[in-house]
């Protein structure tokens, strides 16, 4: 079992910075693929960005591709997602997820989630 604990998120200009952290509960978190995903208002959620086990690839969907990086410590059982020149329609709740087979974009694919982070921008 894994608990995924997300944090970092908060209300910030067009434009701005945030740094979101997802800290895990088990050490056999380093051997999983972890996820980002987003849910806006009344949508449904999406894939955002992913990092294999090691940190070697990343993967991320196209709306924030050149904007947002994700990273990894597995020392500290803590992935991150570095978001920069935010746009409103970013506003979302921001989800870690993990996955302990693939290397999925597809909610489905994922075992544990975590409880989410608001994330808000304004114009």
């Known amino acids: 079992q894994v608990q995924l604990v997300e944090s970092g998120g908060g209300l910030v200009q067009a434009g701005g910075s945030l740094s979101l952290s997802c800290a895990a509960s088990?050490?056999?978190?380093?051997?999983?693929?972890v996820g980002w995903f987003r849910q806006a208002p009344g949508k449904e959620r999406d894939f955002v960005a992913a990092?294999?086990?090691?940190?070697?690839?990343?993967r991320y969907a196209d709306s924030v591709k050149g904007r947002f990086t994700i990273s990894r410590d597995n020392a500290k059982n803590t992935v991150y997602l570095q978001m920069n020149n935010l746009k409103p329609e970013d506003t979302a709740v921001y989800y870690c997820a993990a996955d302990q087979y693939g290397w999925s974009t597809r909610i489905d694919a994922y075992d544990y989630w975590g409880q989410g982070t608001q994330v808000t921008v304004s114009s």
């Open positions: 990092i294999i086990w090691s940190g070697g690839s990343t």
């Open positions: 088990a050490r056999t978190f380093t051997s999983y693929t």
